[in-house]
């Protein structure tokens, strides 16, 4: 596959350089509510990252602010390096990133909205036809290319997001809730296109989700959050294992046939509550995914 990229992109990560990504006491507080409350972070080149938690946990806070469109002073978040306070456009120019609002425009072709972004993202001229087209074929959008975004289903709309976000050929690509409020045929071929995209050019990549399957399958790590913390930080099988630890070493797990923990066992083990926000729908967790569902889906009706 061919993958919109620089000439002389490495498709190996540089394990012997900076961090991806790296926070340290990220913080970020509306009014009295502290939505980020002092995130350590440390995201490796190459890897698939996974930030998990019930909505209101904090993920998209942290994320806005590691894409530089929220200000924190400097030392709290560096890209490859760059502090995102003061090397502003210098980390923007390593970034992709698709936000959970949906950013295609439906009066656009898919061809024309991934060329829009390849105009705003300075990629040269000369080099814009043939990085286009390459984002789109990378997402399996070339079929579809020069129809209306209006046109497309919900799935395909995410992966035209996905190639706005590639034509710039982004070291770390951030996706906020990528597959949130898609049918399970279209999340599993969302995560099949980032996939792809990341063996092809050995991106980063930094998800956040609230599906504990997509997490299980897709990502090397993950780090659990709940209201503005970090609650804990492993692969999978690392987070599962530790669990299964801590309840021989109290005892819990002497009772009964052992049963495997799962990712959601995990967080309420560190959390007290699951990642499906069950504890938190009271005060508006369902409502705001059903408003998100239908932000989708009226942007792709
Ligand atoms: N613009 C804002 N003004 C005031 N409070 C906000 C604002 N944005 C977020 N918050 C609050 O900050 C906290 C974290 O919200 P955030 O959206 O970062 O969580 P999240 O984990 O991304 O949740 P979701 O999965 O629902 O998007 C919540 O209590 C939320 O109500």
Redesign the pocket.
């Known amino acids: 596959m061919t993958v919109a990229e620089p000439a002389g992109h490495d498709r190996r990560p540089d394990l012997s350089g900076p961090d991806a990504l790296r926070c340290t006491g990220l913080r970020y507080y ?2 009295s ?1 502290r ?2 409350d002092g995130v350590d972070l440390e995201v490796r080149p190459g890897e698939v990252f996974g930030l998990l ?11 806005r602010a590691i894409t530089t469109l929220l200000p924190v002073p400097p030392g709290m978040v560096e890209v490859f390096g760059h502090d995102c306070a003061r090397e502003r456009m210098a980390v923007r120019r390593l970034l992709g990133y698709v936000p ?1 609002q949906l950013s295609a425009d439906s009066g656009l072709t898919g061809r024309e909205n991934v060329a829009l972004f390849a105009r705003v993202f300075d990629v040269p001229r000369r080099e814009r036809a043939a990085r286009v087209a390459a984002a789109l074929a990378a997402v399996g959008l070339t079929e579809s290319a020069d129809r209306l975004a209006g046109t497309y289903s919900g799935g395909m709309v995410r992966r035209l997001e996905l190639a706005q976000a590639l034509v710039s050929a982004p070291r770390l690509l951030i996706l ?2 990528p597959t949130i409020g898609l049918d399970p045929i279209a999340r599993t071929s969302v995560w099949e296109h980032i996939t792809r995209v990341r063996v092809a050019t050995g991106m980063t990549v930094l998800v ?1 989700t ?1 599906y504990m399957d997509e997490a299980e399958q897709n990502c090397d790590r993950v780090a659990l ?1 709940h209201r ?1 913390r970090i609650r804990a930080v492993g692969s999978p099988e690392e987070l599962r294992a530790g669990l299964v630890r801590a309840r021989r070493s109290t005892g819990a797990a002497t009772d009964g046939p052992p049963t495997a923990p799962t990712l959601e066992d995990v967080f309420r083990h560190y959390a007290g509550s699951g990642l499906d926000g069950r504890e938190s729908t009271e005060d508006g ?1 369902d409502f ?1 995914d059903v408003r998100r569902t239908r932000r989708t889906a009226s942007r792709v009706g």
Do not use: C, S, Y
Request: avoid cysteine.
């Open positions: 509306f009014g509510t939505a980020v938690g019930p909505n209101g946990a904090g993920k998209t806070t942290a994320i959970q906020d809730e956040t609230h959050m503005g967790g705001r």
